[in-house]
C-alpha cells in the first residue's frame, strides 16, 4: 500500500510510478510546471514521462500542439469540439520513451500500455475529452499550456535524467547487483521495475529469494543491496536534485 511504502521512507515519496492501460483514448491534458502549480493550486508541478510496455499495431498519442495558436484560437477550437486539428499526433511502439515537460498538451491513445513516472502531484487540467460530457478545466489549461522542452519520441535510449527523476535499463543476463548510495531521507530510495523476463530477487545477506514477474516493482532502502538472479529487462528510477 502507498500508506506502508510512506511510512518506511520516513514521508512522502516525491515520484509517482504506476501503470497505465488505455483501451480507449483517454482525455487531451496538460499539467503545471512548479511556478504555476504553486500560484494557481499552492502546490507542486508535474514533469512526467512514459516508457512504452505494449502498443497495439497503428497505436498513438498526443505529444504536444502542432504549431504556436493563441489561447482565443484553442478555445474556440474546444467550443467547437476541434481542439483535434491542433494537437501533434505521433505513433508509438513498445519500448518507445516520451518526455512530458510540465504544460506540454497530451493524450494516451487507445490500444497502449504505459509505465509512467512522474512528480508527486495530482494536478491535472483537463482540455479537452473528444466531445465526452465530463468536467474540463479550460482557462487554468489555457493558462499553463507550453509547447517547448519536448524531445524526439523513439526508442528509449538506455538512460534518461531530468531536473527530477532519472531512468535506466538494466538487462540482466544470469545476474546483476546493485547497491543503493546511504542516505537519510526519502529521496534516497530508489525503485526497480521489472519490464519483462523472469528472474529472483534477494537482499544482501539473506538467502531468501522473491520472484520477480513482469510489472512488478520494488523499493530499495539507502545502503541496501539487492542481487537479481535470472533473465530479465529492469527499469531503474531514481530521485534527482530538484526534489
Not at 56 to 67: E, T
Not at 76 to 100: C, T, W
Request: glycine content about 10%; some cysteine; hydrophobic content about 35%.
Amino acid at each position: 500500500m502507498q500508506e506502508d511504502f510512506h511510512a518506511a521512507v520516513g514521508g512522502s515519496y516525491p515520484l509517482l510510478v504506476k501503470v497505465i492501460q488505455a483501451d480507449a483514448t483517454l482525455s487531451v491534458q496538460v499539467h503545471p510546471d512548479d511556478e504555476a502549480a504553486a500560484r494557481l493550486e499552492h502546490a507542486s508541478g508535474k514533469t512526467e514521462c512514459w516508457y512504452v510496455l505494449d502498443a497495439k499495431p497503428g497505436a498513438q498519442l498526443v505529444y504536444g500542439l502542432n504549431g504556436v495558436y493563441s489561447s482565443e484560437t484553442l478555445r474556440e477550437a474546444i467550443q467547437k469540439n476541434s481542439l483535434e486539428d491542433y494537437l501533434r499526433f505521433v505513433p508509438v511502439h513498445q519500448g518507445d520513451f516520451i518526455y512530458i515537460p510540465a504544460g506540454t498538451v497530451h493524450a494516451i491513445g487507445g490500444g497502449l500500455r504505459l509505465l509512467e513516472t512522474q512528480q508527486s502531484s495530482n494536478i491535472t487540467y483537463r482540455l479537452y475529452d473528444w466531445g465526452r460530457p465530463r468536467e474540463l478545466h479550460v482557462e487554468k489549461a489555457l493558462q499553463v499550456i507550453k509547447n517547448d522542452g519536448m524531445r524526439s519520441v523513439g526508442p528509449f535510449p538506455g538512460e534518461f535524467e531530468c531536473q527530477y527523476f532519472s531512468l535506466q535499463t538494466v538487462d540482466v543476463n544470469g545476474g546483476y547487483s546493485m547497491l543503493v548510495p546511504g542516505g537519510n531521507t526519502p529521496s534516497d530510495w530508489q525503485l526497480v521495475f521489472a519490464v519483462n523476463g523472469e528472474a529472483s530477487i534477494r537482499t544482501a545477506g539473506s538467502k531468501e529469494n522473491f520472484p520477480v514477474k513482469p510489472e512488478d516493482i520494488f523499493a530499495v532502502a539507502p545502503g541496501e543491496k539487492i542481487t537479481v538472479e535470472g533473465h530479465a529487462k529492469l527499469m531503474r528510477i531514481r530521485c534527482c536534485g530538484k526534489n
